[in-house]
């Protein structure tokens, strides 16, 4: 079974520092660019970072860069999301995402083949 299992969520104060991680299943990452996605409550789902298949390239939402990093680990079919500096507004459910197509250094939802279910980032003091 093809899947992506996301984790590394939980409640964090603001300023602090989460890590997660996007792990597959059942095909290795390498040739896929993988994109970090977030749904924030009542909001429609944003792209936040990519990264393409090689690692080459990373590329991040404005409002996350400098604070959120992308990097991936292709012998352990994982990719992380770094994220410091956390605040309330970034209280969401983080998804991953894999597709082949990496198009303009993005990854545009449209383009992602395989998606895994989420996991909850709350940001509250």
């Known amino acids: 079974q093809l899947q992506l299992v996301e984790s590394g969520g939980g409640l964090v104060q603001p300023g602090g520092s989460l890590r997660l991680s996007c792990v597959a299943s059942?095909?290795?990452?390498?040739?896929?660019?993988i994109g970090w996605f977030r749904q924030a409550p009542g909001k429609e789902r944003e792209g936040v970072s990519c990264?393409?298949?090689?690692?080459?390239?990373?590329n991040y939402v404005d409002s996350e860069k400098g604070r959120f990093t992308i990097s991936r680990d292709n012998a352990k079919n994982t990719v992380y999301l770094q994220m410091n500096g956390l605040k309330p507004e970034d209280t969401a459910v983080y998804y991953c995402?894999?597709?082949?197509?990496?198009?303009?250094?993005?990854?545009?939802?449209?383009?992602?083949?395989?998606w895994g279910k989420g996991t909850l980032v709350t940001v509250s003091s």
């Open positions: 995402a894999a597709g082949l197509l990496y198009r303009n250094r993005w990854c545009a939802h449209y383009d992602m083949d395989y």
């Open positions: 059942g095909f290795t990452l390498d040739a896929y660019a």
């Open positions: 990264i393409s298949s090689s690692g080459s390239s990373r």
